[in-house]
Nanobody, 127 residues
Framework: QLVESGGGLVQPGGSLRLSCGAS????????IAWFRQAPGKEREGVSC????????NYADFAEGRFTISRDNAKNAVYLQMSSLKPEDTAVYYC??????????????????????WGQGTQVTVSS
């Protein structure tokens, strides 16, 4: 499974950069997706990036505020989040998936390429 980091407590309007890494294997060649799950809500797709980094997709709530990127040399995928809102409070997860699409502002993915859901990283947006 992949390992998420970079979460924390931030004030509304602030920024955070989440990182997704792997130990013992390379992320190169995999589509990577970020999901989030808020208390009492279903897990939802946030963003995803192709193996080359050339194609990205965003949920409508992330478009214009979040940026996904990857550095295959560092074996990492990032989610830069800005203009954060209290409703962005959630546990954020990254996973490798077979494919990822965006339709009408909703990010959907295929099955996981490997592993299972990790522990995620908590993002709390509050004043």
């Amino acid at each position: 499974q992949l390992v998420e980091s970079g979460g924390g407590l931030v004030q509304p309007g602030g920024s955070l950069r989440l990182s997704c890494g792997a130990s013992g294997f390379t992320l190169d060649g995999y589509v990577i997706a970020w999901f989030r799950q808020a208390p009492g809500k279903e897990r939802e797709g946030v963003s995803c990036i192709s193996s080359s980094g050339g194609d990205t997709n965003y949920a409508d709530f992330a478009e214009g505020r979040f940026t996904i990127s990857r550095d295959n040399a560092k074996n990492a995928v990032y989610l830069q989040m800005s203009s954060l809102k209290p409703e962005d409070t959630a546990v954020y997860y990254c996973v490798a998936v077979n494919y990822c699409t965006e339709t009408m502002g909703v990010v959907s993915t295929g099955p996981m390429s490997f592993g299972s859901w990790g522990q995620g990283t908590q993002v709390t947006v509050s004043s």
